[in-house]
C-alpha cells in the first residue's frame, strides 16, 4: 500500500473520451503517468474505468508545492491542452487535501 498521511493533496480526475479523439491517448496517458511518477513530492496514482465508460485518475502527491508544481510542469500542460482538443468530451477535477488517512492490512 502507498504510504498516505494527513496534508497530503489527492486529485481526483474524471473524465469521458471523446469517441472521435481516441487515437493517440493510451500513449499520451503513460507518457503522463510516468511523468507524474517522476516529480518531487509525487506519492500515489491509479486509474480506473466504469462500466459506462467514465474513466477516473486519483493521483496524489505530498503538498500542495508539490501538486502546484505538477499542474505546471510544462509537457503536462501540453497534454492538457491536447485533452481538452482531441481527447476528451467531457472531464472534472477535484482537488482535496487530506484530513486524516489510515491503511489496514491482513496479516
Not at 472521435?20 to 500513449?27: F, K, L, N, Q, R
Not at 482535496?96 to 492490512?105: D, L
Request: glycine share 6%; net charge negative.
Amino acid at each position: 500500500m502507498a504510504p498516505f498521511a494527513a496534508g497530503q493533496i489527492v486529485t481526483v480526475f474524471r473524465n469521458r473520451l471523446d469517441l472521435d479523439g481516441v487515437a493517440g491517448y493510451p500513449e499520451r496517458a503513460e507518457q503522463m503517468e510516468a511523468l507524474a511518477r517522476s516529480m518531487p513530492g509525487f506519492v500515489d496514482v491509479k486509474s480506473f474505468v466504469a462500466d459506462d465508460g467514465e474513466r477516473v485518475t486519483i493521483s496524489t502527491f505530498a503538498d500542495a508545492e508539490s501538486v502546484r508544481a505538477w499542474r505546471d510542469q510544462a509537457d503536462h500542460q501540453v497534454a492538457q491542452a491536447e485533452g481538452r482538443s482531441s481527447y476528451y468530451a467531457s472531464y472534472s477535477i477535484q482537488v482535496c487535501e487530506t484530513v486524516r488517512a489510515g491503511e489496514f492490512q491482513k496479516p
